[in-house]
């Protein structure tokens, strides 16, 4: 099936949106109070992230063994749960305090911290085009396209994970 351009310049424009609004997040004063349910969201991303890991290695699985419905099926969950963690990432990046990594492997955690960072920013319009394209059933340039997309999700899902673990002593509440 040929690609829409005008959903394909959505995924673009929505990418660019996302990529702004989690800036602008990080230079807007937070408000005066903090809702309650807001320390329980690091722990929930970090299960929507580990997750996402284990879904993409189970789709993998799923389409090297030839089972295409099942491996749309995962991937459609994976795009599911990375969009409630994104949603929900926003709400806490608009109430939550930056966190502080003060532990002995700072040069570890900033490493991590910052590949993961410029990978989840840079990755998810290649991630809803590889989505749309395997969608679509524009397999030859879904499977192009995935052969960079994946290793990327699957680091940013990982990474997510060990983010949080190494930030966990140090978030507030």
């Given amino acids: ?25 990080r230079r807007i004063p937070k408000p005066d109070f903090t809702p309650e349910f807001v320390a329980f969201q690091p722990l929930i991303h970090a299960t929507l992230n580990g997750t996402c890991f284990v879904l993409l290695i189970v789709s993998l699985i799923a389409i090297k063994n030839k089972k295409i419905q099942l491996h749309k099926a995962i991937n ?22 930056e966190t502080k990594y003060l532990g002995e492997f700072k040069v570890l955690y900033l490493v991590i911290l910052a590949t993961h960072v410029i990978l ?13 394209r395997g969608f679509i ?14 290793p990327v999700w699957l680091y940013v899902t990982l990474s997510g994970v060990l983010v949080y673990v190494f930030l966990s002593p140090y978030y507030a509440g």
């Fill in 1 to 25: 099936m040929k690609e829409n351009k005008n959903l394909v310049r959505l995924i673009w424009v929505f990418s660019t949106v996302v990529f702004l609004l989690v800036v602008l997040l």
């Fill in 76 to 97: 459609t969950g994976a795009m599911l749960l990375s969009l409630v963690f994104l949603m929900s990432y926003v709400v806490y990046h608009y109430f939550a305090p």
């Fill in 120 to 132: 989840a920013a840079g990755s998810l319009p290649f991630i809803l085009l590889s989505y749309y």
């Fill in 137 to 150: 059933g524009n397999i030859e340039k879904h499977k192009k396209l995935v052969r960079i997309t994946y």
